[in-house]
């Protein structure tokens, strides 16, 4: 997702953090900080209980944002993932 924005604008954002607090309720993870920037997110998490449980809230977290990203482009697929180009019919 190099050079590609994730967020661009403040509803972008505004979903993110709903999704995330959302997430943490459902999962059980303690949600320390968050900065949401352009084409990344970092965060400082605490899972409650097991460890695995964050790469389960990861992946929740993440799947939400994309089918989100995706249903506002009007595509598919994994966000970041180049979009083919092809050739015109000759």
């Known amino acids: 997702?190099?050079?590609r924005r994730f967020f661009g604008e403040a509803a972008d954002y505004r979903f993110y953090i709903d999704n995330l607090r959302e997430c943490r309720?459902?999962?059980g993870i303690k949600v320390y900080a968050y900065c949401p920037m352009t084409n990344h997110v970092r965060?400082?998490?605490q899972p409650e209980?097991?460890?695995a449980?964050?790469?389960?809230?990861?992946?929740?977290?993440?799947?939400r944002m994309t089918r989100y990203r995706n249903s506002l482009e009007g595509r598919g697929g994994a966000v970041g993932e180049p979009v083919?180009?092809?050739p015109?019919?000759?």
């Open 1 to 3: 997702m190099i050079g």
């Open 84 to 86: 083919p180009v092809h």
């Open 43 to 45: 965060l400082l998490l």
């Open 53 to 63: 449980e964050l790469g389960r809230f990861m992946k929740h977290v993440a799947g």
């Open 88 to 90: 015109r019919a000759e």
């Open 25 to 27: 309720a459902l999962l």
């Open 49 to 51: 209980e097991a460890v």
